[in-house]
């Protein structure tokens, strides 16, 4: 059995069984308390794996170097200091840390040090004094958290969206990361960032305006949530086609074999492009096994950390 724990300063706390994806019993929390920053839609999420991170949520300040504000950014960070390389989990488009509700307690138990972080302008972090939410400023600000907590080569984790972000932030500063592992990644839409497949991601995700009550849309209660979206979709989004072959770090692609939002035949071009890949097929797995597989895709992760 897999013990969840939360932290420290929640209280009243009792425990029910969820089953992972083997059929064994994970024991995890559901608690009432949440950090107070966090929308009071968080008392109608019932999936106790989301309930349980979104416990762990905190903001930590960051000193964006564009301009001279401190952005209170949200995150998990882990409980421990591994042996490997910090994971550090991205998100996908218009989503937040809990996109890693399941995969991340299995990360955790494993051993490994682990990181999932809000890409500014989505997520739970303060943006009352909005900041532009272009891809510059989102590169900028994910370095500077880099460089104020993590501070150490990563392995990074981009599911969809997140992989854009992943290969640019890779590309632009080498130094940060260790290896990369991208998950259905959305790079060779022109654009991309929401623009040509925003309907189907909300659609297949739960995130977004027109998604219910779930963890998926838990941050779009935030008052400044439809501006900086808006910011990012009217700066073009990302568009790292020409930076893939420029990728120098060993990649694992993990990739969902039914993706009906990107075509499954994407991840054999996206393996001939990079020039250090292994690509794990799953099958019978949609846009996001992150979610639809969490079993395989933290065993994935897990090998791909320890191999050398």
Known sequence: MIAVTTASSCSTMHYCKVLNNKGRPFSV????????????????????????????????????????????SSCIRPTLQGKTNPVVLLHGFDSSCLEWRSVYPLLEEAGTENWAIDILGWGFSNLEQLPSCDVASKRDHMYQFWKSYIKRPMI???????????????????????KLVLIDA??????????????????????GAN??????????HLPWWKDSTLSFI????????????????????????????????????????LQNAVLRPIPDCGHIPHVERPSTVANLILKFVQDE
Request: glycine share 8%; hydrophobic share 40%; net charge negative.
């Open 186 to 207: 959305s790079v060779y839409a022109e654009g991309i960032g929401g623009l040509a497949q925003l309907p189907c991601l909300i659609a297949s995700t739960g995130v």
């Open 234 to 273: 009217a700066s073009g989004g990302y568009n790292v086609t020409s930076l893939i072959n420029q990728v120098r770090q060993k990649t694992l692609i993990i990739w969902g074999e039914d993706d009906r939002i990107i075509h499954y035949m994407l991840a054999y071009r996206l393996y001939s492009e």
């Open 29 to 72: 929390t559901a608690d009432h308390e949440f950090p107070s920053f966090l929308p009071k839609e968080i008392q109608k999420i019932k999936d106790p794996f989301a309930r349980n991170l979104a416990m762990r949520i905190e903001r930590l300040p960051v000193q964006v170097s564009s301009s001279d504000t401190c952005i209170m």
């Open 211 to 220: 998604a219910s009550h779930t963890d998926g849309r838990l941050h779009c």
């Open 156 to 178: 990074l984790v981009g599911p969809s969206l997140g992989a854009a972000i992943a290969i640019d932030f890779a590309v632009h500063h080498p130094e940060t990361v260790s």
